[in-house]
């Protein structure tokens, strides 16, 4: 049976998953990634055209056919990852605490995280020290006695060149805080949700 308040979330995502949303939760991800597809069809169309003059007797068929290798990577990675919304209920469902917009991860964004708790929370150096289970680059960026919060930071550089492994370096990260630092902060420090923003 889920926790409460951690269906209640889990029924909150979207009912379909986008494909960004599906490649965020693996670090095979980066082969559902479109334009670099077509890096990937220019280059193999560059090398069969240079083997097809060079060797013109080929068969046209063993020159086209590696074109083709880039999309089917592709395509199976998008197949592949189908499942992915599952996964990440069932992760959430796990869990003794709400993780909220769990979509912004996914989507690419949500650096921060707000942890709210139950009584006043944790001192800023010994949530550093829970963080850093986690990653040295994850921080608190600040507590709030009114709302019985703190605020941190993922810690995750931004891609241009590569913005679908930038977001699954932040859904792992996220996994990684909640897992290494937060369920074991629980235990001394009883959290009511995470919100990330």
Request: proline share 7%.
């Amino acid at each position: 049976m889920p926790k409460q308040g951690a269906s209640v979330f889990s029924d909150s995502l979207p009912s379909k998953f986008t494909a960004n949303m599906n490649a965020a939760t693996s670090k095979y991800g980066v082969l559902c990634d479109i334009p670099w597809t077509f890096v990937g069809v220019a280059i193999f169309v560059v090398i069969c055209i240079g083997t097809f003059v060079r060797n013109p007797d080929l068969p046209v068929w063993t020159v086209v056919t590696p074109v083709c290798i880039p999309l089917l990577i592709t395509l199976g990675a998008r197949l592949a990852l189908l499942n992915a919304r599952k996964t990440v209920v069932d992760w959430l469902n796990k869990l003794p605490f709400p993780v909220e917009n769990t979509n912004a991860v996914l989507a690419g964004s949500g650096e921060h995280f707000c942890v709210y708790f139950d009584e006043d929370a944790p001192k800023r150096e010994v949530m550093m020290e829970f963080l850093e289970r986690a990653s040295e680059d994850t921080f608190v960026v600040e507590r709030d006695d009114e709302t019985k919060s703190v605020t941190g930071q993922f810690g995750i550089n931004p891609s241009k060149l590569n913005p679908l492994g930038e977001a699954h370096r932040r859904y792992r990260r996220m996994r990684e805080v909640v897992e290494l630092a937060l369920i074991p902060m629980n235990e001394t420090y009883r959290i009511k949700s995470v919100l990330i923003v």
